[in-house]
């Protein structure tokens, strides 16, 4: 199969604008995403709106390709570098990989983990990974998106609440009566299903969770699992930045 890691990468950001510029121990963070990338894929693109990403992303020798400012979510950014890389290129892509531009200490494992759920079976339309919740609080964090599962490893649903609801047992001990999963935000998409899940209307639960995942749900595609156990760091505020250079960022690669 031929994959394709794209890289969606907005300059304009609510809580860190410029960020994908951000300097990070002598590289900006669009380039340290970039070189975990390449040490997982052959060929990966960086999708942006913004002239200042693509001078930074050809200056240290990376693929880039502009897209619109319209688009609603990476997913839709990504869909349409794929078919833009595929002209530019003259080759046909079977999967695209999304990786999000803000988490440079990506382990290169996670896309192998994800291209797994392809090269394992035809049928697979999407992919994603989950992780294990470790930390019982964790399970009512909103900001952890808790997954359930079918039997086949498929997301049956999503959300910033805590599923399942364990009956009868007091919260603080629902970690030990159910294996919850957390989801980790690194997709691949079959390239035809990249571009119908680019042409879906929003969905009234995707709105009220503020999870894009549950508009392909509610539009019947499936989406497949695979586990991680990496931890990694994203880079959404300049505190997290602050953090990471206050602590030095060879703590970061694991």
């Known amino acids: ?70 688009h609603r979510s990476g997913t839709d950014r990504c869909a349409e570098a794929a078919l833009k890389v595929a002209q530019l290129t003259g080759k046909s892509y079977d999967v695209v990989v999304n990786i999000q531009g803000d988490e440079p200490f990506m382990q290169p494992h996670e896309i192998e983990l994800i ?28 900001v952890m998106v808790k997954v359930v599962l079918d039997k086949d490893s498929n997301a049956i649903f999503f959300s910033r609440a805590p599923i399942p609801h364990i009956f009868g047992v007091d919260e603080s001990k629902w970690l030990e009566s159910y294996p919850f999963y957390g989801h980790v935000g690194l997709y691949a998409y079959k390239f035809s299903v990249l571009q119908e899940l680019a042409k879906l209307s929003e969905v009234l639960v995707e709105k009220v969770e503020s999870l894009e995942q549950l508009r392909w749900l509610e539009n019947g595609y499936k989406i497949k699992t695979n586990i991680t156990d990496s931890d990694n760091f994203g880079i959404d505020t300049p505190e997290d930045l602050a953090k990471v250079l206050a602590e030095g960022i060879d703590k970061y690669y694991r």
Do not use: H
Not at 14 to 23: E, M
Not at 51 to 62: H, K, N, P, S, Y
Not at 116 to 121: A, G, L, Q, R
């Open 115 to 142: 291209r797994e759920c392809f090269t394992k079976s035809e049928n697979t339309e999407i992919a994603t990974l989950i992780q294990p919740i470790l930390v019982n609080e964790d399970i009512f964090k909103p």
């Open 1 to 70: 199969m031929n994959f394709i890691g794209i890289i969606p990468s907005r300059y304009q950001s609510t809580r860190f604008p410029g960020k994908s510029l951000a300097d990070i121990g002598g590289k900006t963070m669009i380039q340290r995403v970039y070189e975990q990338a390449k040490k997982a894929m052959d060929e990966v693109w960086v999708a942006t709106d913004d002239d200042r990403i693509v001078e930074a992303v050809t200056g240290f020798g990376g693929n880039v390709v502009m897209t619109s400012t319209n």
